[in-house]
């Protein structure tokens, strides 16, 4: 499975983005998607799964009620819609995917066999 991560920019504290990450590849197969982040000077970290059937979520608890993840499988996409974003939210955001049947969700990055590109994510205070 190959991930391509789009959608990234800077915004302003307060407003929002939506990042998009795309699946190439062998998509035939149950496969839950996250997105981690990885902020300068810190290590990477968690912030949304959502299962290969769409109907399981997991946030970070920094990110809960601000960012929003979907999935269309139809087209093989996520997207993360992020609101009331804070500068501490600035970072390189990662998509991820690994596989599981429908329900599973996962926040450990060693689960995650499969990752994309980074894009930026810049709130300017």
């Known amino acids: 499975v190959q991930l391509q991560a789009s959608g990234g920019g800077l915004v302003q504290a307060g407003g929002s983005l939506r990042l998009s990450c795309a699946a190439f590849?062998?998509?035939?197969?149950?496969?839950?998607m996250g997105w981690f982040r990885q902020a300068p000077g810190k290590e990477r970290e968690f912030v949304v799964c959502i299962s290969s059937n769409g109907e399981t979520t997991l946030y970070a608890d920094s990110v809960k009620g601000r960012f929003t993840i979907s999935r269309d499988n139809a087209k093989n996409t996520v997207h993360l819609q992020m609101n009331s974003l804070k500068p501490e939210d600035t970072a390189v955001y990662y998509c991820?995917?690994?596989?599981?049947?429908?329900?599973?969700?996962?926040?450990?990055?060693?689960?995650?066999?499969?990752w994309g590109q980074g894009t930026q994510v810049t709130v300017s205070s």
């Open positions: 991820a995917a690994g596989y599981g049947s429908n329900w599973y969700v996962r926040q450990r990055e060693n689960e995650y066999p499969f």
């Open positions: 590849g062998r998509t035939g197969s149950n496969y839950f």
